[in-house]
């Protein structure tokens, strides 16, 4: 076949022998023709769906009102799911009104001239993000009742095939995440990235099991949006090799997100993703397999890496932050990825855990571009602890641990984040802090929502969890 793209093969470095061997567990003896085949097949729709990508721009992000999700049973409409299943983000419009944005800005605003001392930053603080988490506006946003009824209804959008399996999609464990406030001039350097870990995405062994499939040779059977195993992977192996969380977020999180703030057009300091779920996750997980582009630059002259103990872009103790096209020519930098549509005010933006995506690396608007950041975050074993931090850090008042582990102790004497019980209005906002146990009568539970809800509420009690013996290699519950 003739050439596609010819690619200069940069080489990744060695990581320890037992990342070869690693390998070899990835793919079976009988499974190495299919791999090697699909991944072809693969390399080819890539090429395909960038040239759709780039025509489309941004346009090609699926888009709708929340009115129109409330008109549907409070589901997203099917077309809709579709495409975000698809495509692995989604802007939601109109789900907070403009006058309520404006408010909440200006008092987040306020508080960051109060306590400028806070988790270690000052303001205006350049770097845009400030480590604040807990402020009556971040309260009062998180428990907005539009707000729940939008992260229900992309709850909705994951299943699990087994209900034995410890997950709760019905609670979502509230994890303290930043604001940004981002002025225009200013420069980001956060390129093309994954959150969820690195090298923990092949090492692990329920991790590994989420992409079976494509270890298979059958990555069009996968399912990104199934949760059995990916709700018992460990996202963090290396939490104790370096100071702090070394992949920053230690909480599972099947959506990243945030909520506007500002108006911005497209490109003015907001978001680019990948728009193509199981593509690009599918080049990623198998490209340690298939790093060396041949020098014919010819799709059939590829072979597969069973030996080498190479996983580009992917280190311990590091999060996937090197998805440059050094490594990872294939995913069409300068096609594939695509800022985000406008955003108003009050609009609220998903992306799946699996889908790359980068901040803008300029920010030429006329006004600031600010958000809340949000994860979805169901209650699963391993976030049953991040309920126990989540509860701590709002009563103590102070950062939770993935980011006061990133602070000197003058920090964190200094840090006040304005927590406030009053804030939450009503019992549902309590149980997602921690603040309340979970509700076992909830009628129509699976097996494995009430144990997972009368595991956390076990926790609650004592003040402590250990995940790991609910983590098996097989998991049989």
């Excluded at 920053?248 to 959506?255: G, K, N, V």
């Excluded at 580009?312 to 594939?336: I, N, R, V």
Aim: contains cysteine; negative net charge.
């Amino acid at each position: 076949m003739a050439p596609t793209r010819l690619t200069e093969t940069v080489t990744p470095p060695d990581l320890e022998e037992r990342f070869g061997i690693l390998k070899r567990k990835l793919v079976s003896p009988e499974n190495v023709a299919k791999v090697t085949e699909s991944w072809k097949r693969l390399l080819r729709a890539l090429e395909a769906e960038a040239d759709v990508i780039a025509k489309a721009g941004p346009s090609y992000i699926p888009q709708v009102e929340l009115e129109d999700i409330k008109n549907n049973n409070n589901e997203l409409p099917d077309d809709v799911a579709s495409l975000f299943k698809e495509r692995g983000v989604i802007m939601v419009h109109k789900t907070i009104d403009e006058e309520q944005i404006d408010t909440w800005f200006n008092e987040l605003v306020e508080f960051c001239k109060q306590h400028p001392e806070t988790a270690g930053y000052t303001f205006p603080n350049p770097a845009s993000w400030y480590n604040i988490f807990w402020t009556k506006p971040q309260t009062e946003a998180r428990f907005h009742p539009n707000t729940r009824a939008l992260f229900k209804a992309m709850a909705h959008q994951f299943h699990v095939e087994n209900e034995d399996s410890l997950i709760d999609m019905e609670t979502q464990v509230v994890y303290g995440d930043r604001i940004r406030i981002r002025e225009p001039g200013s420069v980001a350097t956060l390129k093309l990235h994954l959150d969820s870990s690195s090298i923990e995405r092949w090492e692990d062994d329920n991790y590994r099991k989420v992409y079976r499939e494509i270890f298979e040779g059958n990555w069009e059977k996968f399912d990104p949006f199934r949760l059995d195993e990916r709700a018992y992977a460990n996202e963090n192996l290396y939490e104790h090799v370096l100071a702090g969380k070394s992949t920053i977020c230690s909480a599972f999180r099947t959506l990243q997100g945030w909520l506007a703030l500002s108006n911005n057009k497209s490109g003015e300091g907001t978001l680019r993703v990948l728009p193509n779920l199981k593509l690009s996750i599918a080049y990623i997980m198998l490209r340690p397999l298939f790093w060396k582009d041949p020098a014919s630059g010819d799709i059939d002259d590829y072979e597969i890496d069973l030996e080498t103990p190479k996983f580009p872009g992917a280190l311990p103790s590091t999060g996937q932050l090197f998805m440059s096209e050094e490594y990872f020519p294939h995913l069409y930098h300068d096609k594939s990825v695509i800022s985000i549509p406008d955003v108003r005010k009050g609009t609220f933006v998903f992306w799946h855990a699996d889908i790359p995506h980068e901040v803008d690396r300029e920010h030429n608007g006329n006004g600031h571009s600010s958000v809340l950041y949000y994860g979805q975050t169901p209650l699963t074993i391993t976030n049953i602890n991040i309920l126990l931090d989540t509860k701590s850090s709002f009563l103590g008042n102070h950062s939770p641990e993935d980011y006061s582990s990133q602070l000197t102790e003058e920090d964190k004497k200094n840090e006040y984040h304005g927590a406030d019980v009053n804030h939450i209005k009503d019992e549902e906002g309590l149980r997602c802090m921690g603040l309340s146990p979970l509700d076992l009568n909830d009628k129509g539970l699976t097996s494995g929502q009430r144990k997972v809800r009368e595991l956390a509420n076990e926790a609650l009690a004592k003040g402590q969890f250990d995940a790991h013996k609910f983590i098996r290699e097989n998991v049989t519950i």
